[in-house]
């Protein structure tokens, strides 16, 4: 048979698995416990009259223990389901604990609006936008930051880069052989507060014309009777040979 002032005693004065002793005070683990506290009058296993509340995927349920159902643990408490209402919820702990101690009854109601409350408020932040905090692993953080701290070396590589060549640029160092695109070019100018220079229209070479140009052109078109020279041996010179000069040609014609 239970003897609930033993019990309490071997637990409170030498162990319990389920004490826990702080700074604060000592209080139970105990998911049965209806306080929370380690004492004689909260203490589920040292009571076996005893009842409390709990929660199970947001919904109440009142657990019953007396002392006909100790020799059944597994049947060793009664569960009852509350309503969602809070006023029906205390109607129903009224109703079966009619005949139970008052203080008991008391702290179960206590328990009961303790619970009701903090489901209006994790109701309040389910609906509410916040910030959802992520966590972030030490070995990623480390390589982000390499890789940050790489870019930014590679940042001012480039814009030194880019200065030296503007310099250049500028002073002309390589004359004409820069491949550079016209819009870039022109951005680059703007953005150092210069103008850049105009284009300028490529102009036609002009033709002078020199005295006795149309003559050459006849003298030309004359080249071409030169073939009638071939069989006309008439323009041999005083020496026997055959004059091929511009001339002898000219005469040649003539004379056709």
């Excluded at 105990?30 to 995927?57: E, F, K, Q, W």
Aim: glycine share 4%; with cysteine.
């Amino acid at each position: 048979m239970q003897h609930d002032d033993v019990i309490w005693d071997v637990i409170r004065h030498h162990h319990c698995s389920f004490m826990a002793k702080i700074t604060t005070g000592v209080f139970c683990r105990n998911p049965y416990n209806v306080t929370g506290i380690c004492n004689r009058s909260s203490c589920p296993l040292a009571n076996s009259r005893y009842a409390t509340i709990r929660d199970h995927d947001g919904v109440f349920y009142l657990y019953m223990k007396t002392i006909e159902r100790a020799h059944m643990p597994n049947k060793l408490w009664e569960r009852v389901k509350l309503h969602r209402n809070y006023e029906k919820a205390l109607e129903t702990i009224d109703k079966h604990l009619q005949y139970w101690p008052k203080l008991l009854v008391h702290k179960l109601k206590q328990r009961l609006t303790k619970m009701t409350q903090y489901r209006i408020r994790m109701r309040k932040l389910q609906l509410k936008v916040r910030e959802k905090i992520m966590t972030v692993p030490r070995k990623e953080k480390k390589r982000e930051a390499r890789r940050e701290e790489k870019a930014e070396r590679a940042a001012v590589l480039d814009k030194s880069i880019e200065r030296e060549l503007l310099e250049r640029l500028k002073k002309g160092v390589y004359g004409d052989i820069y491949n550079y695109p016209v819009e870039a070019y022109n951005n680059v100018l703007e953005m150092e507060g210069l103008e850049p220079a105009a284009e300028e229209d490529e102009e036609e070479p002009e033709i002078e014309y020199v005295e006795g140009y149309e003559d050459l052109e006849e003298e030309e078109d004359m080249e071409d009777f030169g073939s009638f020279a071939v069989e006309d041996n008439s323009a041999d010179d005083e020496h026997g040979k055959r004059d091929t000069s511009f001339y002898a040609q000219i005469r040649i014609v003539l004379k056709l």
